[in-house]
């Protein structure tokens, strides 16, 4: 196993925009998949070895982006499903999963192996004939990046909890405190420049945070970790591509433009450039393990 003026006018440039906008997105997407999305690999791994997870284990990813999370579950033996509101990441995802069963010979097993859904379709993923409830929900993509990314998981987790047996862990996941971040300093770019950044800017995860949330989706909180996540870039240019695919720069782009903050990003990783020109960022992750009521 291997390892996102008049009606006419606006008609015409509809039509034109489309494929720009499309081709931005398939792009940024695949920014994602190639550069960014490997940087939490030791947060999978280290959630995967505490739950045990193994042949048989149901995994529902939610947010599951591309697809590496569910892939390192699947190369364990694991049954798994992928949710995730991004259809470019989701192709890529359906990409990678074919392409690991093609090498495995297991083409003909796909639809017990994998199933990818839009956030929209997270019904289908629910247990039915020959498929018994989730073991484990996932949902990676850490808050704290920007104030008020919570608030999302909540109708996620809403949606996911009834899929699963009774206490069955869910894994919810943060930045670690500021001072253990040395990315921390590029994501405040982001609320620096932002329409709204009193609102939006960044805001240092607090303790707490992954229990509040658990709480407010009726979970139990059974345990919790830290993961060193450096993020480590081959040059200046690979690294910012990769932290503009996380999303969290999007409202200081539209605010502003993209070369604008292509170039505060760049600044901000002076600190963390070595002599070689590769780019080095040390953090810390945070991780909490509940159980489903």
Same mark, same amino acid.
């Given at each position: 196993? $291997?390892? $996102?003026?008049?009606?006419?006018?606006?008609?015409?440039?509809?039509?034109?925009?489309?494929?720009?906008?499309?081709?931005?997105?398939?792009?940024?997407?695949?920014?994602?998949?190639?550069?960014?999305?490997?940087?939490?690999?030791?947060?999978?791994?280290?959630? *995967?070895?505490?739950?045990?997870?193994?042949? =048989? $284990?149901?995994?529902?990813?939610?947010?599951?982006?591309?697809?590496?999370?569910?892939?390192?579950?699947?190369?364990?033996? /694991?049954?798994?499903?992928?949710?995730?509101?991004?259809?470019?990441?989701?192709?890529?995802?359906?990409?990678?999963?074919?392409?690991?069963?093609?090498?495995?010979?297991?083409? #003909?097993?796909?639809?017990?192996?994998?199933?990818?859904? !839009?956030? #929209?379709?997270? /019904? @289908? /993923?629910? !247990?039915?004939?020959?498929?018994?409830? *989730?073991?484990?929900?996932?949902?990676?993509?850490?808050? =704290?990046?920007? /104030? +008020?990314?919570?608030?999302?998981? =909540?109708?996620?987790?809403?949606?996911?909890?009834?899929?699963?047996?009774?206490?069955?862990?869910?894994?919810?996941?943060?930045?670690?405190?500021?001072?253990?971040?040395?990315?921390?300093?590029?994501?405040?770019?982001?609320?620096?420049? &932002?329409?709204?950044?009193?609102? =939006?800017?960044?805001?240092? +995860?607090?303790? #707490?945070?992954?229990?509040?949330?658990?709480?407010?989706? &009726?979970?139990?909180?059974?345990?919790?970790?830290?993961?060193?996540? !450096?993020? +480590?870039?081959? @040059?200046?240019?690979?690294?910012?591509? &990769?932290?503009?695919?996380?999303?969290?720069? #999007?409202?200081?782009?539209?605010?502003?433009?993209?070369?604008?903050?292509?170039?505060?990003?760049?600044?901000?990783?002076?600190?963390?450039?070595?002599?070689?020109? $590769?780019?080095?960022?040390?953090?810390?992750?945070? *991780?909490?393990?509940?159980?489903?009521?």
């Amino acid at each position: 196993m $291997t390892r $996102t003026l008049g009606r006419h006018h606006q008609q015409l440039s509809n039509t034109a925009t489309a494929p720009a906008v499309s081709a931005e997105a398939g792009a940024r997407a695949r920014d994602w998949a190639e550069i960014q999305e490997r940087m939490l690999v030791p947060l999978y791994e280290a959630v *995967y070895e505490r739950l045990e997870v193994r042949s =048989g $284990t149901r995994v529902l990813g939610l947010g599951c982006g591309s697809g590496l999370a569910l892939l390192l579950a699947a190369a364990r033996g /694991a049954r798994v499903t992928g949710v995730d509101s991004d259809t470019e990441r989701l192709a890529l995802a359906r990409e990678r999963l074919r392409a690991d069963l093609e090498r495995d010979g297991r083409t #003909d097993r796909a639809a017990d192996t994998g199933t990818l859904l !839009p956030v #929209d379709r997270m /019904a @289908d /993923a629910a !247990p039915g004939p020959g498929r018994s409830p *989730y073991d484990l929900i996932t949902a990676f993509q850490p808050i =704290g990046s920007v /104030a +008020g990314d919570a608030k999302g998981l =909540g109708p996620a987790l809403d949606e996911a909890i009834p899929l699963a047996r009774r206490g069955t862990p869910v894994v919810l996941a943060a930045w670690g405190p500021p001072e253990r971040c040395a990315t921390d300093g590029v994501l405040r770019v982001a609320g620096r420049l &932002g329409d709204r950044p009193r609102r =939006g800017a960044r805001r240092p +995860g607090h303790r #707490d945070d992954l229990e509040e949330v658990a709480a407010r989706a &009726g979970l139990k909180p059974d345990g919790s970790g830290r993961v060193a996540c !450096p993020f +480590g870039y081959a @040059d200046q240019e690979s690294a910012v591509r &990769g932290l503009l695919s996380t999303g969290v720069f #999007d409202g200081a782009i539209r605010t502003t433009n993209r070369r604008l903050v292509e170039k505060e990003i760049g600044e901000a990783l002076h600190p963390h450039l070595r002599r070689d020109g $590769t780019v080095w960022m040390p953090n810390v992750f945070r *991780y909490l393990i509940a159980r489903t009521p």
